[in-house]
């Protein structure tokens, strides 16, 4: 990672950030996604949606935009050089999704900048209420050609969710600019809401936003961990700017193109939350953090996979979980289960360890001092299904609870 141009942070840097949470838990506020995702009042359907994937389709039209931010990811994504000039065919992209006969409750247009196709973007919203009855519908764009008329035709083709970006470095009168875009939208699209990455270092902006933000009278907001996209690495050193250590929880080649957590980010996000709260602001407001986007891969690649018995799928954060004793912990474990009865386990002589189901580490006390709790990933490869291994924890008997731990 740091090869990539951005040193990591110094290890051991969260404490505040687990102080807020814990702060934002007792005060009320929701966790979901293996609290990845935070929010206080009202949330988007699609961002419920998004937590599985399932269900879920977005589209655009090009990848060509009009603004330049350093940090954004897109040239990472396939075929960026070439959707600069092309166009992908939305209608034929729409049709060939209904004649899969693929349930769609959730679609969305995204870029890029799709406003800089006005008349494909209203095609794309009316045929995707023609084709899919009762589908939420929502756009992506920065709201700099959010004009009167063509608002008005988005909401008549039954656009339901504008989601606008404001740029917090842009400075004043570039935010104003685009408050009064939103001012705009709200008049006519049903859910106006603003998604934006939340730059270190500009807490008083940000803060300052949400105020008008709250005054304009948008739906919500959502604030998103702002990520190094793994190229722009100069922009990022010079405004002094490391990678978040650890990035994730669990380490992995996730799909999500949005590159590495910036460090930073995350407490800033949980300071406004807090803010928020503090000012009792009418306005939704989600932390979406880098994981919350991780969450619907892991749910389509784990939740199918046909699992031994020694294995289960978490319902909590949508990996796939096995525990493991070593030694003579295997050997006396191996006496306790064959005395409860219970025969699930497997054992690996060669590598002399005991594996079994998650549920049954609290029944180890006073025979095993440790028990590893693997968490896995199922993957397809040409000699056929896998699960792979991607982190061990240690965890004991007395301290370990099946229904927040697995």
């Given at each position: 990672?740091?090869?990539?141009?951005?040193?990591?942070?110094?290890?051991?840097?969260?404490?505040?950030?687990?102080?807020?949470?814990?702060?934002?838990?007792?005060?009320?506020?929701?966790f979901?996604?293996a609290?990845?995702?935070?929010?206080?009042?009202?949330?988007?359907?699609?961002?419920?949606?998004?937590r599985?994937g399932?269900?879920?389709?977005t589209?655009f039209a090009?990848l060509?935009?009009?603004?330049?931010?350093?940090?954004?990811?897109?040239?990472?994504?396939?075929?960026?050089?070439?959707?600069?000039?092309?166009?992908?065919?939305?209608?034929a992209?729409?049709?060939?999704l209904?004649?899969?006969?693929f349930?769609?409750?959730?679609?969305?247009?995204?870029g890029?900048?799709?406003?800089?196709?006005?008349?494909?973007?209203?095609?794309?919203?009316?045929?995707?209420?023609?084709?899919f009855?009762?589908?939420?519908t929502?756009?992506?764009?920065s709201?700099d050609?959010?004009?009167?008329?063509?608002?008005?035709?988005?909401?008549?083709?039954?656009l339901?969710?504008?989601?606008?970006?404001?740029?917090?470095?842009?400075?004043p009168?570039?935010?104003?600019?685009?408050?009064?875009?939103?001012?705009?939208?709200?008049?006519?699209?049903?859910?106006?809401?603003?998604?934006?990455?939340?730059?270190?270092?500009?807490?008083?902006?940000?803060?300052?936003?949400l105020?008008?933000?709250?005054?304009?009278?948008?739906?919500?907001?959502?604030l998103?961990?702002?990520?190094?996209?793994?190229?722009?690495?100069?922009?990022?050193?010079e405004r002094?700017?490391?990678?978040?250590?650890?990035?994730?929880?669990v380490?992995?080649?996730?799909?999500?193109?949005?590159?590495?957590?910036?460090?930073?980010?995350?407490?800033?996000?949980?300071?406004l939350?807090?803010?928020?709260?503090?000012?009792g602001?009418?306005?939704?407001?989600?932390?979406?953090?880098?994981?919350?986007?991780?969450?619907g891969?892991?749910?389509?690649?784990?939740?199918?996979?046909?699992?031994?018995?020694t294995?289960?799928?978490?319902?909590?954060?949508?990996?796939i979980?096995?525990?493991?004793?070593?030694?003579?912990d295997?050997?006396?474990?191996?006496r306790?289960?064959?005395?409860?009865?219970y025969?699930?386990?497997?054992?690996?002589?060669a590598?002399?360890?005991?594996?079994?189901?998650?549920?049954?580490?609290?029944?180890?006390?006073?025979?095993?001092?440790?028990v590893a709790?693997?968490?896995?990933?199922?993957?397809?490869r040409?000699?056929?299904?896998?699960?792979?291994?991607?982190?061990i924890?240690?965890?004991?008997p007395?301290?370990?609870?099946?229904?927040?731990?697995?």
């Amino acid at each position: 990672m740091q090869q990539a141009g951005l040193p990591l942070e110094p290890p051991g840097r969260n404490g505040e950030a687990q102080d807020l949470r814990a702060e934002l838990r007792a005060r009320g506020a929701s966790f979901r996604n293996a609290d990845h995702s935070i929010h206080l009042g009202p949330l988007s359907p699609a961002c419920e949606a998004c937590r599985m994937g399932v269900g879920t389709a977005t589209f655009f039209a090009s990848l060509k935009c009009h603004r330049r931010c350093f940090y954004c990811f897109n040239p990472n994504q396939e075929g960026y050089d070439f959707f600069q000039e092309h166009r992908r065919d939305l209608g034929a992209e729409l049709a060939e999704l209904a004649e899969g006969g693929f349930q769609v409750s959730h679609v969305a247009l995204t870029g890029g900048e799709p406003l800089l196709h006005p008349e494909e973007a209203v095609t794309f919203f009316r045929t995707a209420k023609q084709l899919f009855p009762g589908v939420h519908t929502r756009l992506y764009t920065s709201g700099d050609h959010l004009g009167e008329a063509l608002v008005r035709q988005l909401a008549e083709a039954g656009l339901d969710e504008v989601r606008v970006s404001v740029r917090v470095d842009d400075g004043p009168a570039g935010r104003r600019h685009t408050y009064s875009r939103l001012a705009l939208a709200r008049e006519h699209i049903p859910a106006v809401m603003v998604e934006t990455p939340v730059l270190p270092g500009t807490l008083d902006a940000m803060t300052e936003m949400l105020l008008e933000l709250d005054r304009i009278g948008i739906f919500g907001v959502n604030l998103l961990e702002f990520c190094f996209p793994f190229h722009n690495a100069e922009a990022f050193r010079e405004r002094g700017y490391q990678v978040k250590n650890p990035p994730y929880e669990v380490p992995y080649d996730y799909w999500y193109a949005g590159g590495l957590p910036v460090a930073g980010s995350e407490v800033d996000a949980l300071r406004l939350v807090k803010f928020a709260l503090d000012q009792g602001l009418s306005l939704g407001v989600h932390y979406c953090s880098l994981e919350n986007k991780h969450s619907g891969q892991i749910f389509r690649q784990n939740s199918t996979a046909s699992l031994p018995a020694t294995a289960c799928f978490s319902a909590r954060d949508f990996f796939i979980r096995s525990a493991k004793v070593f030694g003579r912990d295997a050997l006396r474990s191996r006496r306790r289960f064959d005395a409860l009865g219970y025969r699930g386990y497997a054992v690996d002589p060669a590598r002399d360890f005991l594996e079994f189901h998650p549920a049954w580490i609290p029944q180890l006390r006073g025979v095993a001092d440790e028990v590893a709790l693997c968490t896995y990933v199922a993957e397809e490869r040409p000699e056929g299904p896998v699960l792979r291994e991607l982190k061990i924890s240690v965890t004991t008997p007395g301290t370990f609870d099946p229904e927040t731990d697995i």
